[in-house]
């Protein structure tokens, strides 16, 4: 019965300059020059516990598909050597998702998933994973199945979608519904992809309309719903609710 001395994983915080005011990745109670009443602590998505935990900030081979407006590909936290797979805009059908004109949409949200841990800037939740760019402009039947066609076909592993229709009686239509639900069962080599949706900013409950139908891309059951919480652990003020929601995740509001 022999003994021997354990070996722990060793983890180095990154050194970007703006990590003590992402508060979201971890809430110390007091943030840059904001007053401390703005704030609680551990009102968080405990993502630094999760780093220290894992012992790393994500895996290179993970690839997360952002699917939204146009992307700064040429930012300093979205660019560099082999961050950037499959990029495509499906208005132009190139591989040129970078912004348009008001195009700002889709830059801060592939920042908050993957931006890199390179000493500057911000740094996202999976600094070290991959970014698959999709840039769009218009939801339609055909539109969406191409999306999620293609990051079944590009291989992605996570597909997030901080959108929804502008109108808030939207009803999937057969197709939509058809191709999430193939991209969440079948994607990832067989054991689906992670689809992830805003709930939506307009306060409303996503349930209410027609409650026994399919309202809306975060009411189907096979993607992962996020409302929106603020820097004090409460709802924002914003943020839609109802019964399909999943989770609950820092954004801001009133009150934070």
């Not at 639900?181 to 994607?187: H, L, M, S, V």
Request: glycine share 10%; aromatic share 8%.
């Amino acid at each position: 019965d022999l003994i021997s001395r354990p070996s722990y994983a060793t983890f180095t915080m990154p050194s970007d300059e703006l990590l003590s005011d992402l508060w979201h990745l971890r809430n110390t109670g007091q943030h840059g020059e904001w007053s401390p009443t703005s704030f609680k602590k551990g009102a968080d998505a405990k993502v630094i516990d999760a780093w220290e935990h894992l012992g790393n900030m994500g895996d290179p081979q993970i690839v997360v598909a952002v699917i939204d407006s146009g992307f700064d590909l040429q930012h300093p936290d979205l660019g560099g050597s082999n961050k950037v797979v499959a990029p495509y805009d499906f208005e132009t059908e190139t591989t040129d998702p970078n912004p348009r004109l008001g195009d700002w949409h889709g830059t801060c949200c592939a920042g908050v998933a993957v931006g890199s841990a390179n000493g500057i800037g911000i740094v996202g939740v999976a600094p070290m994973s991959k970014l698959m760019p999709l840039r769009f402009s218009g939801i339609s039947d055909s539109q969406v199945e191409k999306w999620f066609n293609y990051c079944m076909e590009k291989k992605a592993d996570v597909v997030s979608n901080s959108w929804g229709s502008a109108d808030s009686e939207f009803v999937m239509s057969t197709r939509m519904f058809n191709a999430i639900k193939r991209c969440a069962t079948e994607g990832r080599n067989g054991k689906g992809c992670v689809i992830v949706f805003a709930a939506g900013n307009t306060n409303r409950n996503i349930n209410a309309y027609k409650p026994d139908q399919y309202t809306g891309f975060a009411t189907h059951p096979n993607v992962i719903a996020v409302a929106a919480s603020n820097s004090k652990d409460e709802k924002a003020t914003y943020s839609n609710y109802g019964k399909s929601i999943s989770i609950c995740a820092p954004s801001n509001g009133a009150g934070g």
